[in-house]
C-alpha cells in the first residue's frame, strides 16, 4: 500500500511539473513573446512616423483621442511631407526638437492606438494625387481594407527588414500586423505566410514559424496545379515551369519547417524535422536543385545515417560557399577532419549541429532576399503607388535616421548648447522644447 501510494505522489508530481507542453500551449507562449519583443523605442518611433501619415487622410470622429490629436498630427504630418532624403537641411534641428517634443506629449496614445484605425497608405497617395475638388473619395471598409492593408503591411515588412537604419524589429512590428487568416487562399497569401514564417524562425519564434509554414503546406498539397508567377519572380526560378516551381516552393516550405523543428526541445519535433528534411531533399532533386541548403541537409542527414563518405562530400561543397565567412570555413575544416577520423556511433561535433544548420538557412535566404527587386515586380503586376510608396519609404528610413540623431538624450543637450551660443532669441524658443 504504502509503494502504491509513494507512486501515486510522484505520478502527482509529475504531473504538476507539467511535463512537455502541447504544440497549442507553446504556440500561445510564442505569441505573447512576439507582442513582448516589439515593445521597443525603435518600433515606437517608426510606428509614430506611421501614424503621421496614415492619419493625415482620417477623419477627427475615429476615436476621441485621436481628436484630442488631431491638429498636433496635422501639424507635425506639413512639416514632415516637406522633408526630402536627398535634402539633409529640409528639416532644421529645431524641427527635430520640436516634432519629439510634440511625440513626448502623445507618446501614450501613439504607444495605445492602433495605425489600422486610420485609412491604408494607398488611400493617402489616392487623395495626395486626386485633383482638386476630387479628394473626398469613401474610404475602404471592411474586408477590403482589411485586404489591402495586410498586403501593405508584408510590403513594407519586406523592405525594410534589410535596412540598416530600420531592420528587423520593425520588420517583426509589420508582420505582427499582417493578419494572413482575413486573406482569401491564394499564392499572395503563402508567400505572406512563407516570409512571416522565415521572420519568425529568424527571431527564434519557432512554434509561430512553423504554425504559418504548416498551413502553406497544407495549401500547397490541396492545390497541386495552381499557378505561382509571383513565386518565380521572387526566387527567380524563370527557368522552371508552373510544376516546378510548385515542387520548389513546397521544399522551400518543407526545409524551413523542419528548421523550426529541430530548434524545439521535446524528442518529437526532431523526429518530425528530420522527416521535413527528407521531403525537402526529395523535392530539390526532381527540379536539380544544388545549393548551400542541400549541403547542408544531405550532410546533416549522412551524418544522423552513419554515412560518413557522403557528408563529407556534402561539407567539402558547403565549405567552398561564398556564404561562409573565413572562420566559419575554417571551423567548418575541422569538423570534416572530425567526421574524418569519428568511430561509429559517437556525436556530431559541436560545431556542426543545428545552430550552424539555422545559421546557413537564415543566411541563405537574406541572399535571395536582397536580390529581389521588389518594386520592379510590384510595378510589372501594376501595383498601384508603388514609386509613391518607395518614395516614402526611402524618406521614412533618412527621416528616422535623423530624427533618432538628434533626439537622443545626448544629441538633445549638444543641440541645446550649439543654439545658445546662437544667440539668446533661438535659445529661448528652444528651451521649453528641451523641458
Given at each position: 500500500m504504502k509503494k502504491i501510494l509513494l507512486l501515486l505522489i510522484v505520478i502527482l508530481f509529475n504531473s504538476c511539473?507539467?511535463?512537455?507542453?502541447?504544440d497549442e500551449e507553446l504556440l500561445a507562449i510564442d505569441k505573447e513573446t512576439l507582442v513582448e519583443s516589439i515593445d521597443s523605442d525603435k518600433v515606437l518611433t517608426y510606428k509614430f512616423a506611421k501614424i503621421l501619415i496614415r492619419a493625415s487622410?482620417?477623419?477627427?470622429?475615429?476615436?476621441?483621442?485621436?481628436?484630442e490629436f488631431k491638429s498636433d498630427l496635422d501639424r507635425?504630418?506639413?512639416?514632415?511631407?516637406?522633408?526630402?532624403?536627398?535634402?539633409?537641411?529640409?528639416?532644421?534641428?529645431?524641427?527635430?526638437?520640436?516634432?519629439?517634443?510634440?511625440?513626448?506629449?502623445?507618446?501614450?496614445?501613439?504607444?495605445?492606438?492602433d495605425e489600422d484605425e486610420f485609412p491604408t497608405l494607398l488611400e493617402v497617395f489616392a487623395r495626395a494625387n486626386a485633383k482638386q475638388g476630387t479628394s473626398n473619395q469613401e474610404f475602404l471598409q471592411g474586408e477590403d481594407k482589411d485586404y489591402v492593408q495586410n498586403i501593405e503591411h508584408s510590403v513594407l515588412s519586406a523592405i525594410v527588414v534589410l535596412s540598416r537604419d530600420i531592420g528587423k524589429e520593425v520588420s517583426l512590428y509589420e508582420c505582427s500586423k499582417t493578419k494572413p487568416e482575413l486573406l482569401p487562399d491564394s499564392e499572395i497569401k503563402a508567400l505572406l505566410q512563407y516570409y512571416r514564417g522565415f521572420l519568425f524562425f529568424e527571431k527564434k519564434l519557432y512554434y509561430l514559424s512553423e504554425d504559418e509554414i504548416s498551413r502553406n503546406i497544407d495549401w500547397l498539397n490541396a492545390n497541386p496545379d495552381i499557378d505561382l508567377p509571383y513565386t518565380r519572380a521572387m526566387f527567380e526560378w524563370g527557368n522552371l515551369n508552373n510544376e516546378q516551381t510548385?515542387?520548389?516552393?513546397?521544399?522551400?516550405?518543407?526545409?524551413?519547417r523542419g528548421f523550426d523543428r529541430l530548434m524545439m526541445d521535446?524528442?518529437?519535433?526532431?523526429?518530425?524535422?528530420?522527416?521535413d528534411f527528407e521531403m525537402f531533399l526529395e523535392d530539390s532533386k526532381k527540379i536539380g536543385l544544388d545549393n548551400e541548403i542541400i549541403w547542408s541537409i544531405e550532410s546533416y542527414l549522412y551524418l544522423k545515417k552513419e554515412k560518413n563518405d557522403k557528408a563529407i562530400a556534402a561539407l567539402k561543397k558547403l565549405k567552398g560557399s561564398d556564404l561562409l565567412s573565413s572562420d566559419e570555413k575554417a571551423?567548418?575544416?575541422?569538423?570534416?577532419?572530425?567526421?574524418?577520423?569519428?568511430?561509429?556511433?559517437?556525436?556530431?561535433?559541436?560545431?556542426?549541429?543545428?545552430?550552424?544548420?539555422s545559421k546557413i538557412a537564415t543566411k541563405y535566404m537574406f541572399s535571395l532576399l536582397a536580390k529581389v527587386d521588389w518594386q520592379k515586380i510590384m510595378e510589372e503586376q501594376n501595383v498601384p503607388y508603388t514609386k509613391e510608396m518607395f518614395a516614402t519609404v526611402d524618406?521614412?528610413?533618412?527621416?528616422?535616421?535623423?530624427?533618432?540623431?538628434?533626439?537622443?538624450s545626448e544629441n538633445l543637450e549638444k543641440a541645446g548648447d550649439e543654439l545658445m551660443k546662437q544667440g539668446e532669441g533661438l535659445w529661448s524658443k528652444t528651451k521649453g522644447l528641451l523641458d
Open positions: 511539473l507539467g511535463g512537455d507542453k502541447t487622410a482620417g477623419e477627427s470622429d475615429i476615436s476621441p483621442e485621436y481628436a507635425i504630418f506639413d512639416k514632415v511631407s516637406k522633408y526630402d532624403a536627398k535634402d539633409s537641411e529640409s528639416l532644421t534641428v529645431l524641427d527635430y526638437i520640436s516634432i519629439y517634443r510634440d511625440y513626448k506629449k502623445m507618446e501614450k496614445f501613439i504607444m495605445e492606438t510548385h515542387i520548389g516552393f513546397h521544399s522551400l516550405n518543407h526545409l524551413f521535446r524528442d518529437i519535433d526532431e523526429e518530425r524535422a528530420l522527416e571551423r567548418l575544416g575541422e569538423s570534416i577532419g572530425y567526421v574524418e577520423n569519428r568511430e561509429p556511433g559517437k556525436v556530431l561535433n559541436g560545431f556542426y549541429d543545428k545552430y550552424f544548420l524618406n521614412f528610413k533618412s527621416f528616422i535616421e535623423n530624427y533618432n540623431k538628434y533626439t537622443s
